[in-house]
Structures are given as structure tokens and as C-alpha cells.
């Protein structure tokens, strides 16, 4: 049955058509047989598929006019950016080979040579048998030689160094690494290529460590994300802090505000009780008898979690919503002991991110407006003039960083309550436009602080890394496999971002050469802070 909207309409009493009740069941009638139709797209949409599936006749499709198209082509033809480089003039040559002509007739000159660059690889097992020479001393004690120090082990830093770039960096999974080493006459089993990808990586997990302790301190803003990472059949999280000069993962359990301010502890243990922890408290609505207690207590410093929880037991705070309060305010004190005050958290409206100074993503923000399912043309175009006023407004801010000054301040800030206060004839755009301005705060903290980024982009492509890594080679199971995950993730693309080869820097750790400098200290001398 078809639903008539105009008919329907007509037959309400004037004096009833203004009543907000009956404009919201209106809307909400216009906004299901909107999405009717939608749905029976998609179910079109699905039979289409079926039908290609099962190889039956498909619809005819008939292609839109070109015309339009070729009055704004291009009048060489070419594509954009497809001008001509010289490819290999920046290549290193191994060997140059003359090669003259088959048969050169008698009498002819000689004109030079046209080079011709091909470009190659040597893909071959080079295995070295280190003899160590053993002697013997007048008293009786052995001497031998001492292997160089690069090598530990018997497989040698580039072999090493590519299986871990092949890993963490080509997604390629141990069943099919496994099947290209043996194709190339390399002897490793299962077992000693897991332990090069999963085991004995101290080195490189201590200076993923220091990054994000290197970057907290000297940024003036981090951009946080999560996802999902199941880890030995349950589900889990990994959070991902970073900026432009770092990227650092961590996989746990939960994505709570608890485990998040844990994480912004950078390394660090400690719970702290300090005036931070207790405003902390007081604005989530601790009661004033657990409160006191913790503010009368003469210990204010506590070493690890477990020093924590006794501590909360000899006060008598065992209620679950008192314990996460009091957590938190700990926390939050510790965190502000280890990283600038000043740090703004740019994220995608998550509640477990609104901390410190906390700026949304305009990108997201703008989402509420664009999953609106407009239901008639009257509506759609109410919706389309509204997002581009939005985005307007969102140019006009990126002018701003480049150039801020305390009248264009004022003016924004007046121009974003007219934008998002507006009334139309449109209820559900008028909620939507109503939540977005009660975020104003965190979206225009950007007029305070010129130099935060507008959207959390940059979160969302990093973390995109991990997401891959997890759809090719799913869950991790071992806590070890859990750890070189978030390690190997977080030093390549921190690598990335200083622009470092991430195969480079393999090598030169694993071989010990230590001529790259340390990431973190790079970072600190990078970072804007």
C-alpha cells in the first residue's frame, strides 16, 4: 500500500498542522517511505547481482551523454600530472655494458653511444661459514674467535631484515614467507622464522616505548583513534595516539577512559592524587564521603595498580562507580604529571577521549548531517543549502590558521551560532544542527589554537594500517605475536612520517650499526613543542 503524504496532509485541521507532535510524525512518515524506497534500490540492486551471478540476462545499460565531457577535455589529451620525468636519472648504475652494432660497414663514424637504462634485482642466498679458529693457551685454557657483532644467530641481519619488512610491512603471511624462502634455497623451518617475527625484539619494542613518551612532550596536539583486534579468540582494541612526527599502537582489552589515560602514561605505572585528580572527581560527580576520604588521606602517590586497589580497599571505596571515578581522577593526575598541560586530543567524538583539551573532527561532526535521509525535494534541498553553509564555514576556518587575528575570531565564532541555531522546516536537520552546536567548544578550539588540525584524517590512515595487517592475517594468539604487532606497526609508520626507510632502518638496527639516530630523539628535535 502506498502511502499518499499530501493526502494525508490535507486532511489535518489547520489549527492542528502547527502542533509539533504532528510535524514529527509527519516527518517521521516522509522519512520511512524515503527510506522504502531506498531499500527497494538496494533490493534491485541485489536481484541485479543474482541474476550476473546465475548468468541470466542482465538489464540493459544505457551510457550517459558525452558531449558535456568532451567540451572540457583536455586539448592535449593527456591526463593531469602525466607530464614526462626522467625516471632513472637518479639511479644508482652497477655495471655499464657497450654493446656495438652486429655489423658496422666499412667506412662508417662514429657518433657516440645511446644509453639505455634496465632496471634489475638480485634475488640469490648468500650464506657465509664462519670458521672460528680454536687454540690453546700455555695453561691449558681454549681461545677461539669471535663471530662479528652483527650476527647472532645463525641467519644474518638483511635475511632477518627481510623477513620482518615482508611481515609488518608487505603483509605477507608466514605460510607464503615460509614458501618463498625455500624457493629461493634458504633452510629455515616454521619454528625459526615465527621466532625471528615474534620473539627476541627487545631493542625495537623499547624504542617504541620512548616514542609516544618523545611525543607527548614535545607536541602541542595528538590525534587518537581506536579499532578492533581480537587477541587469542576474544574480542579487544588498539589505540592508536600519534601526530605528524609519530604514530604508536597499543592493543588491549578494553578502550574504556581508564585504559586510555593508562596509555598517557607513556610507560609510567603511577596513580596520583593531586588537585587535578580531585577537580577530576568532583566534576564526574564523586560523592563528597568517598571524596573526603581520599583528599584526608596523608598518601597521594601509589607506585602501581596494585598499591592502587589496596589503597581504595583500606578507604572502604568498593562501589564499582565510585572505584572507576576515583580511577579515572588518579590517572588524570598522573597523566598531568607526565605531558603538557597544553595538549589538545583530536578525536572523533569518542566519550573515552574527552579529556584535557579536546577538539572534535569537523569531518565526523559533519556526518550527522549527511546519513540524513531527506524525504522530499523540498527537504533534500534545505539539507544540501545547510551542509553547504557548514562547509563554507569549514574553509573559512582553514583560512584562519594560516592567518589568525581577533576579529575574524569573533566573526567565526558569531557566524557558527547563526549556522548551527538556525530553524528550518526540517525537525530532524534542526536536532542534528542543535547536537552539533552544543559541541561548539571542542569545534572551534581551533580559533585558540591555529595550529590543531580540523579533522582526525591522520588517526583514521594510520590506524587503517593495522585494519589491513588484521584482515590478512586475522587475530593474534600469543601475547609475544600481540606485542611485535602494535611494535613493528608503530615504528614503521613513525618511520614514514620522518621520512626514514623503514628497510634501512631494519638493517641498521638488527646489524647494530646504530648510525640511524634514535627515533625518539629525532621526534623531540622534530616536534613543534
Known amino acids: 500500500?502506498?502511502?499518499?503524504?499530501?493526502?494525508?496532509?490535507?486532511?489535518?485541521?489547520?489549527?492542528?498542522?502547527?502542533?509539533?507532535?504532528?510535524?514529527?510524525?509527519?516527518?517521521?512518515?516522509?522519512?520511512?517511505?524515503?527510506?522504502?524506497?531506498?531499500?527497494?534500490?538496494?533490493?534491485?540492486?541485489?536481484?541485479?547481482?543474482?541474476?550476473?551471478?546465475?548468468?541470466?540476462?542482465?538489464?540493459?545499460?544505457?551510457?550517459?551523454?558525452?558531449?558535456?565531457?568532451?567540451?572540457?577535455?583536455?586539448?592535449?589529451?593527456?591526463?593531469?600530472?602525466?607530464?614526462?620525468?626522467?625516471?632513472?636519472?637518479?639511479?644508482?648504475?652497477?655495471?655499464?655494458?657497450?654493446i656495438p652494432p652486429e655489423s658496422i660497414p666499412a667506412g662508417s663514424s662514429f657518433k657516440g653511444v645511446k644509453p639505455y637504462t634496465v632496471q634489475g634485482l638480485k634475488i640469490s642466498t648468500f650464506n657465509i661459514l664462519y670458521q672460528l679458529e680454536q687454540w690453546e693457551t700455555p695453561d691449558g685454557k681454549i681461545i677461539s674467535g669471535k663471530l662479528p657483532p652483527e650476527i647472532n644467530g645463525h641467519f644474518d641481519p638483511v635475511l632477518k631484515s627481510f623477513i620482518l619488512h615482508q611481515y609488518y610491512h608487505c603483509h605477507v603471511t608466514?605460510?607464503?614467507?615460509?614458501e618463498q624462502l625455500k624457493d629461493w634455497d634458504v633452510d629455515i623451518s616454521a619454528g625459526q622464522l615465527n621466532n625471528i617475527i615474534t620473539?627476541?625484539?627487545?631493542?625495537?619494542?623499547?624504542?617504541?616505548?620512548?616514542?609516544?613518551?618523545?611525543?607527548?612532550?614535545?607536541?602541542?596536539?595528538?590525534?587518537?583513534?581506536?579499532?578492533?583486534?581480537?587477541?587469542?579468540?576474544?574480542?579487544?582494541?588498539?589505540?592508536?595516539?600519534?601526530?605528524?612526527?609519530?604514530a604508536w599502537f597499543e592493543s588491549t582489552q578494553s578502550k574504556s577512559r581508564i585504559n586510555f589515560l593508562k596509555l598517557l602514561r607513556a610507560g609510567n605505572s603511577d596513580y596520583v592524587l593531586n588537585e587535578d585528580a580531585f577537580l577530576y572527581m568532583s566534576n564526574q560527580r564523586l560523592p563528597k564521603s568517598p571524596l573526603a576520604r581520599l583528599k584526608n588521606h596523608c598518601v597521594k602517590e601509589f607506585a602501581d595498580t596494585r598499591q592502587w586497589d589496596a589503597h581504595l580497599q583500606e578507604l572502604g571505596i568498593t562501589k564499582p562507580r565510585h572505584v572507576k571515578i576515583a580511577t579515572e581522577g588518579a590517572l588524570f593526575g598522573s597523566v598531568l604529571s607526565h605531558v603538557p598541560r597544553s595538549l589538545v586530543i583530536v578525536s572523533d567524538d569518542a566519550g573515552q577521549f574527552n579529556i584535557l583539551n579536546h577538539a572534535l573532527c569537523w569531518i565526523h561532526a559533519e556526518r550527522i548531517l549527511s546519513k540524513l535521509v531527506a524525504p522530499s525535494d523540498e527537504k533534500r534541498q534545505i539539507l544540501e543549502n545547510v551542509r553547504k553553509q557548514i562547509w563554507q564555514f569549514y574553509e573559512e576556518l582553514k583560512d584562519y590558521k594560516q592567518s589568525p587575528d581577533q576579529k575574524t575570531k569573533v566573526e567565526l565564532q558569531n557566524k557558527f551560532d547563526e549556522i548551527f541555531s538556525q530553524k528550518t522546516d526540517y525537525h530532524f536537520l534542526n536536532l542534528a544542527l542543535q547536537r552539533l552546536h552544543a559541541n561548539k567548544?571542542?569545534?572551534?578550539?581551533?580559533?585558540?589554537?591555529?595550529?590543531?588540525?580540523?579533522?582526525?584524517?591522520?588517526?583514521?590512515?594510520?590506524?587503517?594500517?593495522?585494519?589491513?595487517?588484521?584482515?590478512?592475517?586475522?587475530?593474534?594468539?600469543?601475547e609475544a605475536g600481540r606485542r611485535c604487532r602494535d611494535t613493528f606497526t608503530s615504528l614503521k609508520k613513525t618511520c614514514r612520517k620522518l621520512n626514514i626507510s623503514f628497510w634501512q632502518y631494519l638493517i641498521d638496527r638488527i646489524s647494530n650499526k646504530n648510525s640511524i639516530p634514535y627515533l625518539p630523539k629525532i621526534i623531540s628535535q622534530a616536534g613543534p613543542g
Open 199 to 246: 620473539e627476541k625484539n627487545d631493542l625495537f619494542h623499547a624504542e617504541k616505548k620512548d616514542i609516544l613518551s618523545a611525543g607527548l612532550k614535545s607536541s602541542t596536539h595528538i590525534n587518537v583513534d581506536d579499532t578492533g583486534a581480537r587477541h587469542n579468540g576474544k574480542n579487544g582494541y588498539c589505540t592508536h595516539i600519534g601526530n605528524e612526527f609519530f
Open 1 to 98: 500500500m502506498k502511502i499518499n503524504l499530501e493526502q494525508i496532509k490535507k486532511g489535518i485541521p489547520e489549527a492542528d498542522r502547527k502542533n509539533p507532535s504532528v510535524i514529527l510524525l509527519l516527518e517521521l512518515l516522509e522519512q520511512q517511505a524515503e527510506t522504502n524506497l531506498l531499500l527497494k534500490e538496494q533490493i534491485q540492486e541485489l536481484k541485479d547481482e543474482i541474476s550476473r551471478l546465475k548468468k541470466h540476462k542482465p538489464k540493459p545499460k544505457i551510457k550517459p551523454s558525452r558531449l558535456t565531457k568532451r567540451a572540457g577535455k583536455n586539448p592535449s589529451g593527456k591526463r593531469a600530472g602525466s607530464s614526462k620525468r626522467k625516471k632513472t636519472a637518479g639511479l644508482i648504475i652497477h655495471k655499464t655494458k657497450r
Open 441 to 478: 567548544k571542542e569545534l572551534l578550539l581551533v580559533l585558540d589554537r591555529p595550529e590543531i588540525p580540523l579533522h582526525n584524517n591522520l588517526s583514521e590512515n594510520d590506524i587503517r594500517e593495522y585494519v589491513k595487517r588484521r584482515k590478512v592475517s586475522g587475530s593474534t594468539r600469543s
Open 174 to 178: 608466514q605460510p607464503l614467507l615460509l
